[in-house]
């Protein structure tokens, strides 16, 4: 199975500042049709998750700008140039390449 | 709008069985695979199962491989899944999520939480 793992796993931010979250996986996440599928979550507290980037990068449908995917091959970053409060929660990475899926730890934002 | 409503949750015994369901309206149900996820108490996601958009293949986790079964009713836009020896360490809310394009579980019920105890 494929291990994905989040650092940090904990991230107080100020409000206003940029926050960025790393997911790096045991083994290359390039699928054999030459797509990776490393998706981000977000969970507020007592929601369920919600999609933020597929793809690496791809932003979801109404997701705020300020939320970037980035990486390739095993290393990817989540970055949220400007932190609201609203972005507090935990961020999940998922790979979705091969099965079993499996998701990272989880990151928790806080606000400092 | 897309909408997963899971049910079916509750408190059971060790050992025993209980049938999720997970209702599906506002898209094309027999187009799209689904999938189950999980998140004990406090703790993080754990993907379990996926099902294709015909109920040709499915996948399990190595954790509920064997004691899980995930099936779909297409005419009444409906995914199941169906737990049998239950144990402690299922305890959990129980996710659906929808298999969109390009691999993505685009949207996600509210859970139905169970509780495996004595």
């Given at each position: 199975?494929?291990?994905?793992?989040?650092?940090?796993?904990?991230?107080?931010?100020?409000?206003?500042?940029?926050?960025?979250?790393?997911?790096?996986?045991?083994?290359s996440?390039?699928?054999?049709?030459g797509?990776t599928?490393?998706?981000?979550?977000?969970q507020?507290?007592?929601?369920?998750?919600?999609?933020?980037?597929y793809?690496i990068?791809?932003?979801?449908?109404?997701v705020?700008?300020?939320?970037?995917?980035?990486g390739a091959?095993?290393?990817f970053?989540?970055?949220?140039?400007?932190?609201?409060?609203e972005?507090?929660?935990?961020?999940y990475c998922?790979?979705?390449?091969?099965?079993?899926?499996?998701f990272?730890?989880?990151?928790?934002?806080?606000?400092? | 709008?897309?909408?997963?409503?899971?049910?079916?949750g509750?408190?059971?015994?060790?050992?025993?069985?209980l049938?999720l369901?997970c209702?599906a309206?506002?898209?094309?149900?027999?187009?799209?695979?689904?999938?189950w996820?999980r998140?004990?108490?406090?703790?993080?996601?754990?993907?379990?199962?996926?099902?294709?958009y015909?109920?040709?293949?499915?996948?399990?986790?190595?954790?509920?491989k064997?004691?899980?079964t995930?099936?779909?009713d297409?005419?009444?836009?409906?995914?199941?899944?169906?737990?049998?020896?239950?144990?402690?360490?299922?305890?959990?809310?129980?996710?659906c999520a929808?298999?969109?394009?390009?691999?993505?579980?685009d949207?996600?019920?509210q859970?139905?939480?169970?509780?495996v105890s004595?």
């Amino acid at each position: 199975d494929i291990v994905m793992t989040q650092t940090p796993l904990s991230s107080p931010v100020t409000l206003g500042q940029p926050a960025s979250i790393s997911c790096r996986s045991s083994q290359s996440l390039v699928h054999s049709d030459g797509n990776t599928y490393l998706s981000w979550l977000q969970q507020r507290p007592g929601q369920p998750p919600r999609l933020l980037i597929y793809k690496i990068s791809d932003r979801f449908s109404g997701v705020p700008d300020r939320f970037s995917g980035s990486g390739a091959g095993t290393d990817f970053t989540l970055k949220i140039s400007r932190v609201e409060a609203e972005d507090v929660g935990v961020y999940y990475c998922i790979q979705t390449t091969q099965f079993p899926h499996t998701f990272g730890q989880g990151t928790k934002l806080e606000i400092k | 709008q897309v909408q997963l409503v899971e049910s079916g949750g509750g408190v059971v015994q060790p050992g025993r069985s209980l049938r999720l369901s997970c209702a599906a309206s506002g898209f094309t149900f027999s187009s799209n695979g689904m999938h189950w996820v999980r998140q004990a108490p406090g703790k993080g996601l754990e993907w379990l199962s996926v099902i294709w958009y015909d109920g040709s293949n499915k996948y399990y986790a190595d954790s509920v491989k064997g004691r899980f079964t995930i099936s779909r009713d297409n005419s009444k836009n409906t995914l199941y899944l169906q737990m049998d020896s239950l144990r402690a360490e299922d305890t959990a809310v129980y996710y659906c999520a929808r298999w969109g394009n390009s691999k993505k579980l685009d949207y996600w019920g509210q859970g139905t939480l169970v509780t495996v105890s004595s």
